[in-house]
Structures are given as C-alpha cells and as structure tokens.
C-alpha cells in the first residue's frame, strides 16, 4: 500500500463522516447531483476538508511561532533555526496532502474507465510532491547545521575547524539531495523499467557524489598542509619545497578518484563489465599494446613522483630552460609550465627536467653574485675606478652587502676586460643591480676618463723614405 492509498482512505473516514454530520441540515437536496456526477454533497465535503487544512495550517504556523519565540527567549539557537527551517516545508506538506484528500470525493464520482488513470496521474503528483518537501526541509536543514557548526567553530582557535566546516556543508549539500533521490524511489512507486533506469542513475548520481566529497577531502588537506607556509614570503624556500610535492601528490590524488569513479560508474552497465572481462582475458596483449602506446604519459607520472620527491625544482624556482631565463608557474602531472620573463609560457614536459640539464638559480637559496663586463683602455686607471664603484655599489638599495669587487679579468690587443661582481638577495634583483652598475661606470668613465675608452691606435711617420719615380722631393706620411 502506498501512500496514496492511505490518503485515500482517510479521505473516505472523512467524507463519511462530515456526509452524515452535514445531512440532517440540508435534507433530501443533500445528496442530488450538482453537475455531471458531483453532487452536493460531495461539493460540501470538498469545501470542509479545505477549511480542515486551513485550520490546520493556522495551528501549525502558530505552534512554530511559540517554538521559535520560546528557543530564542531560552537562547537556544539550533532549535530555533530548526522551527524556522520546517516550518515552509510542513506547510506546503499539509497542502500537498489537504488537496489530495479534499479533491479524492470529487474523483470517486468520475466514472470507472477515467478515474483510474486520473488518479493514477494524482497520485504521482502527490509522491513527487511529498519527494520534494522532504528533499527541501533536509536542504535547509543542512544549512542551518552548517551555520551553527560555523559560528562553532569561530569560537575556537584551530584553523582545522574553519577548513572541516566548508567540507562538511558542501559534503551535506551534495549528499542529501541524492539520497533523497535513492530513498523517494519506493515512494514514487514507478513502472519496474523506469525504476531500473532511475535506480541506476541515481547510483551514477551516488558515485559522483563521494568522488567530490573525496576531491573536497583532498583539497581541505591540501589547504591545511600549506596554511603554516607563505610562498609570497622573501624567504620562501621551505614554503616552495611543501607547495611542489603537495600540489603534485594532490593533483595525482584527484586523478586516481576520477579513474575509479568513471570505472565505477561504467561497471553499472552490463555491455561495459562483459567488455571489461574480456580485456582481462587477453590482459597479456593488451598490457603490451597499451604500454607501448601510454609510454611517453606513463614516464611523466613516473617523473612527477620522482620530482615531488627530489625536487630539482620548485614551485617559483627561477631556472633557466631551453636559454630562456623564467619562473615555474605550474607543475601538474604531465608537463610543467615556465613564465618567461617577457610574459611568454614555456610548457616543458615533466621527464625533461629529469632527462636533461638544466640551471636553478633557487634550487638552495636565492642569493645570487652577478657580474658586469666593460671593456676599457689600457691607460684606465682601476685603481680609482675601484673608489667610484665603491660610491655605486655600498649605496646602492639592491645590493645585499655581502660581496662586491673589481678585477681585471682579461685582456686582448686592444682592450683589456674589467669585471665587477656584486650580490643580492635574489635574481631579479640581481638583474636590476648589474644594470644599474653597468651604466652608473660607463657614465662615470665617460665623464671622468673619456680618454680610456676603447680606441683604434694609429702612428703617423713623416720621416718615411721617398718611392723611387714619384717625382717629388717630400714624403707623404706612412703609418705604421
């Protein structure tokens, strides 16, 4: 028996009930037909069930007034929140049921060959509906524990509980409105091959649902993990090497539940299981081909295991790849993506930085000695070009105070090469420090020594001897 039976025979208790305490007041006419096959009657007995559930409307909307009233009074906020979140759906659960049971008189009345399908129709509507308040108040409700749970855990000091309560809300909000499917399944009593449809969707719905709630575990994880780091710190090398292998673990995470959900959700189907049982029969040649096939992804999982573990590099590492100078923007399970100084992305797959040299100018520290190269005359003195770069260097807001020095570091047939060396606290600005250093000496040079810088020599001899036949008694200068 379902639930529109049992309304069905309440309505026939009341109708009897109110036909006979109503009959003695409008004698005979009482039972004479109003239209078609309705009579009064039943017109009567229809208007009273709706003032009944009128009336028990009132006393419910009253009821929950006192309650709420009476929970704040008593400071008790769950269950004033309770009241306030059942209140809406109990009233449209009494109209549901109140127009079912009050219009079941006028159907009774409809001949034999309509009236089953017409209330087969209604009593459709009526499951539908009752699914759809239950499903409603547990919606609410779970936003109410979610609020209360909430201004829980603001009270305390633990950062876990401001990350549990997210997860517990969105795992609730996912969770009620696919069991309330599963559950209203009996209720809506449908045909045996629409529920075996319906019955394996909403385990699809069910699969999908725990794959997100896994997903929000893992990220709630992940968050937790890096909420002691901040990788926008100066130094951040800790903070680096916990974001990389927690990023890629996570990431592997979230590949592995998706794996298992499509291949849980594809196990529902019988095509696809009796596939499946014949893959696993000849695994032996499959395994072969699609090893072949998935080796180059296959060796970049394996490569981003070995590069979360390692670590040559790092989330925000500044490493140089293929001569372009750039920072690692994003490590994901394949490839790994490199920002390039000029905007640019270089995407370079994971097995690259395990196969392949490459430099880290952050792999311990993020200290850096630059170095500038300018060519000069030998008549330079460096001595006191030593006192200008002390002026440039030590005042300098870029350089970290560590180190600094000029040298000649070599010298052809022209020129010699000075290099100057200077520190800072990472690369970019080391960049702007031998910039700066660059053209702060070349300005000094040019103010204060133009005379040294490179030059072509040329000697001019007028006392060159005279060319026999040139019939001129004076030498045109030679150059030597």
Avoid at 1 to 13: E, R
Avoid at 98 to 122: E, M, N, W
Wanted: hydrophobic share 50%; with cysteine.
């Amino acid at each position: 028996m379902n639930i529109g039976d049992i309304l069905t025979q309440m309505a026939s208790g009341f109708s009897s009930l109110i036909s006979d305490a109503l009959k003695p007041f409008f004698g005979p006419a009482f039972d004479q037909k109003a239209f078609g096959s309705v009579t009064w009657s039943d017109l009567c007995v229809t208007a009273c069930l709706l003032i009944l559930f009128f009336i028990l409307h009132a006393a419910a909307a009253i009821f929950f007034k006192f309650k709420t009233r009476r929970a704040n009074v008593e400071a008790k906020q769950l269950k004033s929140n309770f009241f306030g979140a059942a209140g809406k759906p109990l009233y449209l659960l009494i109209w549901i049921c109140g127009i079912y049971i009050s219009i079941t008189p006028l159907l009774l009345r409809i001949p034999k060959a309509q009236q089953d399908l017409i209330r087969t129709v209604f009593t459709a509507l009526l499951a539908f509906g009752i699914f759809i308040v239950l499903v409603w108040f547990f919606v609410r409700f779970t936003r109410v524990l979610e609020a209360h749970v909430t201004v829980w855990a603001g009270k305390t000091e633990s950062k876990l509980d401001d990350l549990l309560v997210p997860l517990i809300g969105k795992s609730l909000r996912i969770l009620v409105p696919v069991l309330g499917v599963i559950f209203a399944l009996p209720v809506l009593n449908l045909p045996e091959q629409y529920a075996s449809v319906i019955a394996r969707g909403s385990s699809i719905l069910l699969i999908a649902a725990i794959a997100l709630i896994l997903g929000q575990v893992v990220n709630l994880g992940e968050k937790y993990l890096l909420t002691k780091y901040d990788i926008k710190a100066a130094d951040n090398l800790q903070a680096r090497k916990l974001y990389t292998q927690v990023h890629v673990l996570s990431k592997t995470l979230y590949f592995i539940i998706a794996l298992f959900a499509v291949a849980s959700m594809l196990m529902l189907f019988e095509e696809v299981r009796r596939l499946g049982t014949s893959i696993l029969a000849s695994a032996g040649v499959v395994g072969v081909i699609m090893g072949f096939a998935a080796q180059k992804t296959i060796a970049n999982l394996f490569a981003g295991f070995q590069l979360a573990m390692t670590q040559p590099i790092r989330l925000d590492d500044v490493v140089i790849v293929e001569g372009e100078w750039g920072r690692v923007e994003e490590i994901s399970l394949t490839y790994v993506v490199i920002h390039i100084w000029d905007d640019r992305r270089l995407v370079v797959p994971l097995s690259y930085f395990i196969e392949k040299p490459f430099q880290n100018w952050t792999r311990a520290t993020s200290q850096l000695l630059g170095s500038v190269f300018v060519f000069v005359d030998y008549t330079f003195p460096v001595d006191e070009a030593r006192k200008a770069l002390k002026e440039i260097i030590e005042n300098h807001p870029l350089w970290d105070k560590r180190f600094w020095n000029l040298q000649v570091s070599d010298t052809d047939s022209k020129t010699m090469q000075l290099r100057v060396l200077a520190t800072s606290a990472d690369s970019s600005k080391a960049w702007d420090l031998r910039c700066d250093i660059r053209e702060q000496f070349i300005a000094y040079i040019q103010k204060n020594h133009p005379q040294c810088l490179p030059r072509l020599r040329a000697e001019f001899d007028s006392a060159a001897p005279q060319k026999p036949g040139t019939g001129s008694s004076e030498s045109p200068a030679a150059i030597r």
